[in-house]
């Protein structure tokens, strides 16, 4: 099995690069991480506070100037981190790297399209990258633990869903044609929003029903969803008290780099070779 | 045992169309129910939109028209699966049979009653046929349990809402007492509408307590629907704990045929005979 | 063991009497309560009735008759009662007879309150019975087992109940204090009425937060609600799950008639002797 | 081992004191508890009847120096608390320390500021004493196990109520660019509170969709929130059943006295020295 090396000095640099940027493990890569997420939550923040009319009247020159410099941050960050991966196309197409792109794709839209700036706050979810800074082997395990719970219940949660839409179409269609436009229900897709409102017990009272059968009709509606949100909950928590006996307790120490060819994320501690393509990991 | 053979050609044409329409794992069949999905889907949408003032107005004449064509389509459906089936009657007051009957019958209303076209919206009963013709295993065997789970459960479920409709009319006879009409409890109905509304933490706030006494029941009636919401839940969480161990997973590649005699699903996959009303199957 | 045998006429009507009113599972008895469960809930009926206006208006004279008609036959059963068990003042207070008592109560009061005639619709609790008379094993058992679920979870629910008190107190303080009076939080007794219809996100939205700061402590309470709305779930799920192993069903067919002299309900079928004081049981 | 005994004569009235204050288990502390949980209840109810505005109106001088009162009541139990424990700053930062001091602080500050003494509300969380003075083996337990189901569960917890974060920042923002300030979502932080109430289902109604596209995005969200209400709730769930077989009866007269030097409560109720200073225990 022969392992190319790098050779020329480019790929040292971008070596160096991939273990700051990727690596979470080495002093470097703690740093420049910990750095990332307090740019990210300060990004936030500035397309947050711009939105506020009287803050951003008082401070817009300021905002606009914080926004462009992290989205040029952010674009540097992001060539680097296609410059330094082996496969750039797939860190491009993963998960993250969709979400990277768009976190600084807002900013220069800008020129083009007054006000799609405030879709910033997008790079709100550039935040998961929380998950892995913390590397913590609880927080990580617990969220697998969700996922996988979450995951063997779909089925159900899919044919529950199903039944739910299909109650809030009848029901929603019986409520326009009982309490019609004057009280608010002035199409069948209102009354079906309408139906899902208090279906999940959020009741906004912007609709409500006025006449004596509307209201019998709502209270019936009401009952039925006290007594469905009881379905999902039953499915997960069946599902989280299965896994009590599987659930084994991750290392905590274990190694958090991705591959650099890859970009599969690596969790043995002392694997030399990454386990899906087989390169040689540099740690 | 004697089993009768088709003789007649009108036969054979029944037998063709019956595995058409009824049967789910022939090709004409997938093809068939696809179709018929994509139509319910429409139709249900020509009713929606219809029931939309500013759309209604622009487009009236092409969504009466959509309307026609569906229910002309379904009606010619509806009379093929009685004319293929050899227990008509069976079929017309099965579940299905009614639903079919219904989401044609506002459609030819609409002569007599102005509007009850609008009714359409209940067509969207029949993508409940989506469960036949996903065919999933899990989808199946997930749906039986969630039946499972909330039969075994019935009992309690009942003892739980009548107890809950009881203390509906108690609170809702004194806040009627102690808030009276200029607080919007115009009479004890209303009252217990408004319980029903604050048990289920719903809360729409078109009827709210205005007095200190009043206010003062609002919030036992609200801590005590926070926790009888526990009960249901509690209960169908118990259901889906003790399914767990018998859960059984069914066969994908299950054959998903109704009889054409009795119109009883066939679920063996080798069966050559109705185990209801011991005919031949014809697959 | 000497037992007393009844030797009067009148022992021999009181006995009778006794058997139709009490007793559920002879067939006069059975008449008795579907007749008796019929009253009851047109009693209810015509008080419910009565409270709305435009109905009061047009049949006031036939609601008031209607209710002095249920009353004075509710009267006569409640002194029925009183004369044919052996021990009066046992059935005069307990749950049933002070339900049975308040049920007659308000009509008579309504010579000197005006209006009292209203709380009528306590008579509700009368219909409690029903779970008597429909003697359905599993309903019985289920009631037996909510109970026992909800009793072993007792002390749990007091203390996450106190922690919910205690929690709004501190909550609508700050609340009163943050938001003042042009919000709505005119007094913390009414900041407290808000985090508890927050808490149980009920949510009626007559009073809410106004300023930013108001609104960011609503958000922590909102999510508080929505996280501890957990705690008596899991703990009654927890109790319905544990209760699965020691589920008996009980006998649907059993005996459910009262001991004439002590009153105690007599669940044994073949028992000659109340097994509370030993009295001879003549069913 | 050298255990040191009071001389003095000011060490046998501390001891005297601390018996009474800190003890629950003697006839003295027993009083003294009730008496204390009783002013502690006026003194809350003083405060909030003040910020009642008519009741104020008529009372204002009763109430300031009912304030007043148990204001300097507290203080002198505050006082004489930190004189008969033989380690003041254990007590002064201990959590108990920390709310007997927040709870005399408000009528202090009220010299300088106007209204501060309406804080006085805190007191509220003095009651979590009563936990103590009821001693009650099965409501210290149940607090314990509630407490450990909590702390067993708490990364599961953080993740999600970290997910539901960034669910929010992402909703409220596009919220916010779908409705605009027009239907009330003036800003994105405004957005975000309105996700945030609609996700935990207390809908107040102050801000709700109006778009066709707002009031889709709405039912998404709700749908959502519905679901994953599910997930705390099977988090806590599992953790209560799995307690289940763990939990052992805490034994109800234990005694519950806490270490004169160190301040640490005892429960082994043969215990003559602490278990964590080694100190000799006087009960």
């Known amino acids: 099995m022969l392992i190319e090396e790098p050779k020329s000095k480019i790929d040292k640099i971008r070596q160096r690069i991939y ?52 989205t040029i941050l952010f674009s540097i960050e992001y060539i680097l981190r296609i410059f330094s991966t082996k496969k750039p196309w797939k860190y ?14 807002p900013m220069y839209l800008s020129f083009f399209f007054t006000g799609s700036n405030l ?41 529950f869903l199903f039944t739910v839409l299909i109650i809030a179409m009848v029901v929603g269609t019986l409520m326009y044609l009982i309490e019609g436009p004057e009280s608010g229900y002035t199409s069948i897709p209102r009354g079906i929003y309408w139906t899902v409102v208090t279906l ?7 609709i409500y029903p006025q006449t004596a059968l509307g209201q019998f009709l709502a209270m019936f509606v009401m009952i039925t969803g006290y ?5 999902p909950t039953g499915i997960v928590s069946a599902e989280f008290a299965k896994q009590k006996g599987n659930k084994t307790k991750s290392n905590p120490e274990k190694t958090n780099i991705a591959c650099p060819v890859c970009n599969t994320e690596i969790h043995n501690e002392n694997a030399s070779y990454c386990y899906e393509c087989g390169s040689k990991l540099k740690v």
């Open 119 to 159: 879709l910033g706050s997008i790079r709100a979810l550039r935040l998961l990258r929380l998950f892995r800074v913390l590397k913590l082997a609880n927080f990580i395990g617990e969220a697998t633990n969700l996922k996988a719970a979450l995951k063997a219940s779909r089925a159900k949660i899919i044919v």
């Open 19 to 70: 273990i700051v940027i990727y690596g979470t493990n080495t002093k470097a890569g703690k740093i420049f991480d910990i750095f990332l997420l307090i740019f990210i939550l300060l990004s936030v923040l500035a397309v947050m506070l711009e939105s506020v009319q009287y803050i951003d009247e008082q401070y817009h020159a300021f905002l606009i100037a914080a926004e462009w410099f992290f």
């Open 200 to 206: 999940t017990t959020v009741g906004f009272g912007d």
């Open 92 to 105: 491009i197409f993963s998960f993250y790297g969709i979400i990277d792109f768009l976190a600084i794709l």
């Open 227 to 231: 007594g469905i949100i009881a379905v």
